[in-house]
């Protein structure tokens, strides 16, 4: 497949989804671990998504000029109100927080996430100055259908349906089929990169030319062995983490794969 073409080539990101994983001390550990092995990188955002708990912790290791921003991994959509067990943007803001996942598989399988939810997730963030990271992809019974193409973009219609398009600055995208999800099975370059380019086309025409310069992230089973393959793709801006994200060698491996230059100054 041709790739889209590009008027704006997106800086690369790559974020760390660390699930249910990490106690605050765990926490205060690991991310003192990946700021020294990152600290002097450039050229790319770095993000990392600990548990609603542990953000603090974070925020208070990383400072206030760290170049990693810290991230949440769902959020509610109403600034407050009776919603048990639930989390709003300005409380995530408090802790610095500037980015969110939305619409994660897990969530969509477990927690009845609906597209239609995510959409107003999505909305909310930007309103409180949160990046969105809004995930989408099929399931390997969908894949054997031949039902890929149909899925994502149906999920990605609905996903963004009333997202401001003057925001779409702060929109990330992710890509993630649930079959290479903690599985191991990592979907091919080839296979991630027809359906990012799908992807890049179809928020062309939805947002117009700047939707070139929304970042498409690809996620499932990425590892240090295979992440320069994936981020070679023209539409593959960076990566969504899970189990590499917890290791952090691994997860440097991983951003200086994503790099568009490996200057040797920062060897
Ligand atoms: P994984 O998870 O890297 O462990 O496959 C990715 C994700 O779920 O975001």
């Known amino acids: 497949m041709t790739p889209s073409k590009k008027v704006i080539t997106p800086r690369p990101l790559v974020v760390g989804n660390w699930k249910m994983h990490k106690t605050a001390s765990d926490t205060r550990d690991l991310t003192q671990d990946i700021v020294k092995r990152v600290e002097r990188v450039a050229n790319i955002d770095m993000v990392i998504c600990p548990p609603f708990t542990s953000l603090p912790a974070a925020h208070e290791t990383l400072g206030r000029h760290s170049v990693i921003a810290l991230g949440a991994q769902n959020m ?18 408090e802790f610095g927080v500037r ?15 609906t597209s239609e939810k995510v959409a107003a997730k999505a909305i909310s963030a930007v309103g409180y100055h949160l990046r969105p990271i809004v995930c989408v992809g099929e399931t390997l019974t969908q894949r054997e259908a031949d039902e890929t193409t149909a899925v994502v973009e149906s999920q990605i219609r609905s996903s ?58 690809y996620g499932g089973s990425v590892k240090p062995e295979n992440a320069a393959a994936l981020m070679a793709e023209p539409d ?32």
């Open 99 to 113: 980015y969110v996942i939305l619409g994660h598989s897990e969530r969509r399988q477990f927690d009845n996430e």
């Open 236 to 267: 593959i801006d960076g990566a969504l983490v899970g189990g590499a994200s917890l290791d952090a060698r691994a997860f440097f491996d991983i951003i200086e794969a994503a790099r568009p230059t490996r200057a040797s100054e920062h060897d």
């Open 160 to 217: 963004l349906s009333g997202f401001p398009s003057e925001q779409i600055d702060e929109l990330v995208v992710a890509y993630e089929p649930v079959w290479a999800i903690g599985t191991g099975k990592v979907a091919t370059p080839r296979q991630a990169g027809e359906v990012h380019t799908k992807i890049r086309k179809l928020l062309i025409k939805i947002f117009g030319p700047k939707g070139s310069g929304i970042r498409i992230l």
């Open 76 to 93: 509610h959509a109403a600034k407050e109100g009776a919603f048990t067990g639930e989390i709003s943007g300005p409380m995530l803001r």
